[in-house]
């Protein structure tokens, strides 16, 4: 891993935000009142490998901080579910 300038990115929305090879660092997963879920994938579209999926059926922020960076193959996508609010994620292509 290269020591490159982590990227964040608000996500309200599905969303590739790295197209080929990258770490994911942390995301943030803040629900609707009504609760949520989000998928962060492995991949260019809905169709990669889960991540993790963060659900919540609270209004509360959801923290994702792995203890070392999780190594993402082929991109990183954001796979939108119902009734969230936001997805805060920091993130860094690999060169």
Request: a positive charge; hydrophobic letters at 40%; glycine letters at 14%.
């Given at each position: 891993m290269a020591n490159k300038k982590i990227e964040w990115t608000?996500?309200?929305?599905?969303?590739?935000?790295?197209?080929?090879?990258?770490?994911?660092h942390s995301a943030f997963f803040v629900p609707s009142s009504a609760g949520g879920d989000v998928v962060i994938r492995d991949g260019a579209d809905a169709n990669g490998e889960i991540v993790i999926k963060m659900v919540s059926q609270l209004v509360s922020t959801i923290p994702f901080t792995p203890t070392s960076p999780i190594r993402l193959q082929k991109g990183l996508f954001i796979d939108w579910g119902t009734t969230a609010d936001s997805l805060l994620v920091g993130y860094e292509a690999e060169d």
């Open positions: 608000r996500v309200t929305a599905d969303q590739k935000l790295l197209n080929g090879p990258g770490w994911l």
